[in-house]
C-alpha cells in the first residue's frame, strides 16, 4: 500500500490497489545484465488456479557475482525469467543470451529444455536435490526412514568430495532399488564434471523461494494471472531496480485538452 500510492499519487481503495499491481505486474519484462554466465532455475508450489495443488511458479537467476556484505557472504542476483503454469519453465529460461552454465533441480523435462534452449551450456544439477530426490524414491520402493536418510547423507558425502567413482559404486549397490538407480543413472550425466561447476546447487535462491511462499501462501485461491502479476512486480522490485523504474513511464498516452478562458 506504502509503494501504491507513488502510482496514482493517493492512497488507493483496495479495487483500485488490485488494478494497479494487476496492470504493472503484467507489463514487467525482466532483462539480463551483460556477461550472461551462470543461471540458478528454481521452482515452487503456489495456491493459484483450479488444480486442487495449485500452480508450478518458476524463476530463473542470472548470479551477477559473490561478494561480502557487513562481513558475511552475499551474492548480487537478477531474474531474468519467470513462468506459472503449464510451460512455466519455457518462459523462465527465455533468455536473450546464453549462459556458460545452467544449475537447476532433476525435475521432469528441465534436461530437455536446456539443451534445446542453450546447446553450448554446461547443465549442473543441485547437489542438494539429488539426494533429497533419492530418499523420496527410496521411500516410494519401501525402504524404511533411517535406512533412506542414512543413504542420501552416504550420497550427500560423495558428491561434496567429488567422487565419481563413487557415485558409480552408490549406483550400482542399489539393485533392489531399480527406480531409484535408473533415476541415479540418469543424473550422472550433469553432477560431478571433471572441472567443478561454478555452482553447484540452487541454495543461493532457495530463500527467495520461500518468501515467495511466504507471500502467496495467506490463505485464500488466487487467479494464477493475479498470483503472477504480483510476483513479477515484487521480484522486480527487489532484484531488478532498471526493470522496475521502467514502470514509472506511463502505461498510456497522455491526452490533454486545452480549454480557452472565455
Same mark, same amino acid.
Not at 509503494?3 to 494497479?20: F, N, Q, Y
Not at 540458478?40 to 488444480?51: H, S
Not at 518468501?211 to 493475479?226: H, K, L, Q, W
Given at each position: 500500500?506504502?509503494?501504491?500510492?507513488?502510482?496514482?499519487?493517493?492512497?488507493?481503495? #483496495?479495487? !483500485?490497489?488490485?488494478?494497479?499491481?494487476?496492470?504493472? /505486474?503484467? @507489463? =514487467? +519484462?525482466?532483462?539480463? *545484465?551483460?556477461?550472461?554466465?551462470?543461471?540458478?532455475?528454481?521452482?515452487?508450489?503456489?495456491?493459484?488456479?483450479?488444480?486442487?495443488?495449485?500452480?508450478?511458479?518458476?524463476?530463473?537467476?542470472?548470479?551477477?557475482?559473490?561478494?561480502?556484505?557487513?562481513?558475511?557472504?552475499?551474492?548480487?542476483?537478477?531474474v531474468v525469467g519467470m513462468g506459472i503454469g503449464y510451460g512455466s519453465w519455457q518462459e523462465a529460461l527465455a533468455?536473450?543470451?546464453?549462459?556458460?552454465?545452467?544449475?537447476?533441480?532433476?525435475?521432469?523435462?528441465?534436461?530437455?529444455?536446456?539443451?534445446?534452449?542453450?546447446?553450448?551450456?554446461?547443465?549442473?544439477?543441485?547437489?542438494?536435490?539429488? #539426494?533429497? !530426490?533419492?530418499?523420496?524414491?527410496?521411500?516410494?520402493? /519401501?525402504? @524404511? =526412514? +533411517?535406512?533412506?536418510? *542414512?543413504?542420501?547423507?552416504?550420497?550427500?558425502?560423495?558428491?561434496?568430495?567429488?567422487?565419481?567413482?563413487?557415485?558409480?559404486?552408490?549406483?550400482?549397490?542399489?539393485?533392489?532399488?531399480?527406480?531409484?538407480?535408473?533415476?541415479?543413472?540418469?543424473?550422472?550425466?550433469?553432477?560431478?564434471?571433471?572441472?567443478?561447476?561454478?555452482?553447484?546447487?540452487?541454495?543461493?535462491?532457495?530463500?527467495?523461494?520461500?518468501?515467495?511462499?511466504?507471500?502467496?501462501?495467506?490463505?485464500?485461491?488466487?487467479?494464477?494471472?493475479?498470483?503472477?502479476?504480483?510476483?513479477?512486480?515484487?521480484?522486480?522490485?527487489?532484484?531488478?531496480?532498471?526493470?522496475?523504474?521502467?514502470?514509472?513511464?506511463?502505461?498510456?498516452?497522455?491526452?490533454?485538452?486545452?480549454?480557452?478562458?472565455?
Amino acid at each position: 500500500c506504502r509503494l501504491s500510492r507513488e502510482w496514482p499519487g493517493d492512497p488507493p481503495s #483496495p479495487k !483500485t490497489l488490485h488494478a494497479h499491481v494487476q496492470e504493472r /505486474g503484467e @507489463a =514487467v +519484462e525482466f532483462t539480463e *545484465a551483460p556477461p550472461l554466465e551462470v543461471v540458478l532455475a528454481d521452482g515452487t508450489r503456489v495456491p493459484a488456479g483450479e488444480g486442487p495443488r495449485g500452480e508450478d511458479l518458476t524463476v530463473a537467476f542470472q548470479i551477477q557475482d559473490r561478494h561480502t556484505e557487513a562481513g558475511r557472504p552475499a551474492v548480487r542476483k537478477r531474474v531474468v525469467g519467470m513462468g506459472i503454469g503449464y510451460g512455466s519453465w519455457q518462459e523462465a529460461l527465455a533468455t536473450a543470451g546464453e549462459p556458460a552454465l545452467v544449475v537447476s533441480d532433476a525435475e521432469t523435462g528441465v534436461r530437455e529444455l536446456v539443451a534445446d534452449y542453450f546447446p553450448r551450456a554446461r547443465h549442473q544439477l543441485c547437489e542438494w536435490h539429488v #539426494p533429497y !530426490t533419492v530418499a523420496h524414491t527410496l521411500g516410494l520402493e /519401501g525402504m @524404511a =526412514v +533411517e535406512a533412506r536418510k *542414512a543413504l542420501a547423507g552416504k550420497l550427500s558425502g560423495v558428491l561434496a568430495r567429488q567422487d565419481q567413482a563413487g557415485l558409480t559404486t552408490f549406483t550400482e549397490a542399489l539393485d533392489s532399488y531399480p527406480k531409484t538407480q535408473g533415476f541415479l543413472r540418469s543424473v550422472q550425466p550433469y553432477v560431478l564434471y571433471t572441472a567443478a561447476s561454478r555452482e553447484r546447487t540452487t541454495s543461493v535462491v532457495e530463500r527467495q523461494m520461500r518468501e515467495i511462499n511466504r507471500r502467496t501462501d495467506v490463505g485464500v485461491r488466487s487467479s494464477v494471472a493475479g498470483i503472477a502479476n504480483l510476483m513479477r512486480l515484487r521480484l522486480a522490485k527487489r532484484h531488478n531496480p532498471d526493470d522496475y523504474q521502467r514502470l514509472w513511464k506511463p502505461l498510456r498516452p497522455c491526452v490533454s485538452t486545452v480549454v480557452p478562458q472565455a
